[in-house]
């Protein structure tokens, strides 16, 4: 999730939000517990961070989300939502269809014509990273990075083939074993290590409430409840579980299950990496 400072004062808009759309978001962002503090710096159902949670008002009913009530921190998003757009939850606005509902139409208009006026560049070569912005450039930090560096896509997402779905659930990027894999943003480890037919793997959970797969590694460098960094090494490419040549096949999905995949490539571009 995305909290960026207030620079100018907005006038309120009405949103009109459904508390089932809310739950949705919630599923999405946080598995729907309202009381979730893993520790990854975003609290509570909506995943605020402690400094949106504070400049909208919420210290009123608790120091952090996590100790406010479901009814409370939908009270904080909704003035959140006012000011920020569904955009303030990404990826978790498009799934629970947050950036669709009518009195925010206009904005998700506008914020999509200008992404579409960027140039696409090549994801191999100047956009392996994107960082902040509306930050300092002293503070500027890396929020983004290509799971492998310098890589073809050897496999396309939802080529039809010999997989258990009957075609490809992820994309598959052809480097040679040992190459450095990255977070392709911040997260937290999910599971690491062997997983059947993907070999050695991780799945990362990050802020957004998306999931990143990385997998057939030849060996893993984080474990399970551990944070990491945008761009952070996790562990070594390789040909392990059901592969038949050195490669990291990389998924992203909105849960931690077989079948919540979407496009990897559209998640790296909606992290701000082009293609
Ligand atoms: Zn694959």
Not at 65 to 78: D, F, N, P, S, V
Not at 226 to 253: C, D, K, V, W, Y
Request: hydrophobic share 35%; charged share 10%.
């Amino acid at each position: 999730m995305v909290s960026l400072p207030i620079l100018l004062s907005a006038a309120p808009v009405a949103f009109a939000v459904s508390a089932e759309t809310w739950d949705r978001v919630a599923s999405c962002e946080s598995s729907g517990d309202w009381n979730i503090n893993t520790g990854n710096g975003f609290y509570g159902g909506l995943q605020f961070l402690p400094s949106t949670w504070a400049e909208y008002g919420g210290l009123q009913y608790a120091p952090n989300a996590h100790q406010a009530t479901k009814e409370q921190q939908i009270e904080i998003a909704e003035k959140v939502l006012a000011v920020q757009g569904p955009n303030a939850w990404p990826h978790c606005s498009m799934v629970a269809g947050l950036a669709d509902s009518e009195a925010s139409g206009q904005k998700t208009e506008k914020r999509s014509e200008s992404r579409a006026n960027q140039q696409p560049e090549d994801i191999q070569n100047a956009a392996q990273t994107t960082t902040a912005q509306a930050v300092s450039p002293s503070s500027a930090r890396i929020t983004a990075s290509a799971p492998v560096r310098g890589a073809d896509v050897s496999t396309p997402y939802r080529q039809a083939g010999p997989w258990a779905a009957g075609y490809h659930t992820g994309v598959d990027f052809a480097v040679p074993t040992g190459t450095a894999v990255r977070a392709v943003t911040q997260g937290t480890v999910i599971s690491s290590g062997w997983a059947g037919s993907y070999g050695n793997a991780i799945v990362l959970r990050h802020p957004d409430g998306m999931y990143t797969l990385y997998a057939h590694l030849s060996s893993v460098s984080v474990s399970a409840g551990q944070g990491a960094a945008a761009g952070q090494q996790i562990g070594l490419s390789g040909s392990t579980g059901n592969s038949t040549g050195p490669h990291l096949h990389f998924e992203a999905r909105t849960e931690n299950s077989y079948n919540a995949h979407v496009d990897p490539i559209a998640y790296l571009r909606s992290l701000g990496l082009s293609t």
